[in-house]
Nanobody, 115 residues
Framework: QVQLVESGGGSVQPGGSLRLSCVASGNIFRIGNMGWYRQAPGNQRELVATHTGEGSIEYGDSVMGRFTVSRDNAKRTVYLQMNDLKPEDTAVYFC?????????WGQGTQVTVSS
């Protein structure tokens, strides 16, 4: 069974930093895009960042310049370094990956930015 497991969420003050990690496990023969989405209460799920694994990266407009996505293919892991966090970054962050040609989601990790 294929799984995506996130870690690294938590609470931080405005201006702080967090690093999220997401590891893919199970019977995997191909991983395509890996990345992150987020969903705040009452809002739709939105793109944070995605990495194709071939050097192509896309960021959501609201995080560009503050967040950095990276991946380690050997470890089947995608990371999200979040700097200069703002209260509006508060959301549940979901790992997303195309594994064995199927779009999959992690269970989500809460990020709360508050003073």
């Amino acid at each position: 069974q294929v799984q995506l497991v996130e870690s690294g969420g938590g609470s931080v003050q405005p201006g702080g930093s967090l690093r999220l990690s997401c590891v893919a496990s199970g019977n995997i023969f191909r991983i395509g895009n890996m990345g992150w989405y987020r969903q705040a209460p009452g809002n739709q799920r939105e793109l944070v960042a995605t990495h194709t694994g071939e050097g192509s990266i896309e960021y959501g407009d609201s995080v560009m310049g503050r967040f950095t996505v990276s991946r380690d293919n050997a470890k089947r892991t995608v990371y999200l370094q979040m700097n200069d966090l703002k209260p509006e970054d508060t959301a549940v962050y979901f790992c997303n990956a195309v594994i064995n040609f199927v779009n999959r989601w992690g269970q989500g990790t809460q990020v709360t930015v508050s003073s």
